[in-house]
DNA sequence: AAGAATCGCAACCGCGTACTG
DNA sequence: GCAGTACGCGGTTGCGATTCT
């Protein structure tokens, strides 16, 4: 199927963007809100094409950012969950609050690949460099730093609990797809074998699509199936925000040194 | 001081996918 | 079910800033 170009590139402003066109787009948002981005451009007045407007404003217009350097514990989570998620920049960027996808995908490729392959650590696979590699081969001897398995947590460690706890998201609802166990997971060393499993038996009884999706992880702890298999409440009952079964329960995972069981993953791919 | 090399990051490009009629 | 459209994502590029020689 052909595509058509996503605006006419004739008459468009390619390059920096200048500050009045900063300032005609954030005021355009502003008053507007995010909208068609394809006809933004021309309703605020610029010469641009839609795909430029977004992508200013989420990287470097957006009100909510954080600018500044990565704190060492971004980049022990950047590292924790590149581990797990591989290139998914959007997913890792929204557990780490007032950070784009952009911006942790260019952090990564200009300090942290440094910094593992400085380590012997292979920044694609996670997997020490010299390690004879085998296809079904279960990666577990791969630590990110020591600060994770002391048992007193440090000042920093807790903060990133807290931030992970409340992933800094809005609520909102997500998409649910078939449930993606992680198993035999011991942190702090991550256990990357993911495994994917059809919609169990409970869920089957939703019509799809389904409307969340669930990353289980765990901690050393059992995590069986019973653990891992839809809980048995009502399924209109569940919330499928970011929060979900965080604090609900007295038996926590400890995942990526944090209190927590269940993470939602907004748009895991199953391919 | 100046040219070359390297770095860092903003922005672009193309593709996949969801949505709509 | 299909085609067209729009959006979002990940890979890549371009270029100014910085460091090196």
Not at 105 to 127: A, E, V
Not at 165 to 182: A, D
Request: aromatic share 8%; with cysteine; proline share 4%.
């Amino acid at each position: 199927m052909g595509r058509s170009p996503c605006c006419e590139k004739e008459h468009m402003n390619k390059g920096a963007w200048t500050k009045e066109e900063d300032e005609r787009l954030v005021s355009y948002i502003k008053s507007h809100g995010e909208g068609c981005w394809r006809s933004l451009p021309r309703a605020a007045g610029l010469l641009r094409c839609g795909k430029s407007c977004r992508l200013r404003w989420i990287n470097y217009l957006r009100p909510d950012l954080k600018r500044g350097n990565f704190t060492h514990d971004e980049d022990e989570l950047i590292i924790k969950l590149h581990s797990l998620l591989g290139n998914k920049w959007s997913l890792i960027a929204a557990r780490l609050p007032g950070r784009t996808d952009n911006e942790i995908k260019n952090y990564w490729n200009t300090h942290i690949k440094r910094k593992l392959l400085s380590k012997g650590i292979d920044p694609s696979t996670h997997r020490a460099i010299n390690e004879a590699k085998t296809e079904d081969q279960i990666v577990k001897d791969v630590s990110f730093g020591s600060k994770f398995e002391n048992t007193e947590k440090s000042v920093d460690q807790k903060q990133s609990k807290k931030n992970l706890n409340g992933f800094g998201c809005k609520e909102e609802t997500v998409e649910y797809y078939p449930v993606v166990v992680v198993e035999e997971a011991i942190c702090p060393d991550l256990n990357l074998e993911l495994k994917i499993s059809p919609p169990c038996q409970n869920h089957r009884e939703r019509t799809p699509p389904y409307t969340a999706s669930r990353f289980y992880m765990e901690n050393g702890m059992e995590c069986s199936s019973e653990t891992a298999k839809c809980q048995t409440e009502d399924s209109s009952s569940i919330s499928y925000s970011s929060s979900i079964d965080v604090s609900s329960s007295g038996v926590g995972y400890d995942f990526l040194g944090l209190k927590t069981r269940v993470l939602d993953f907004r748009s895991m791919e199953m391919k």
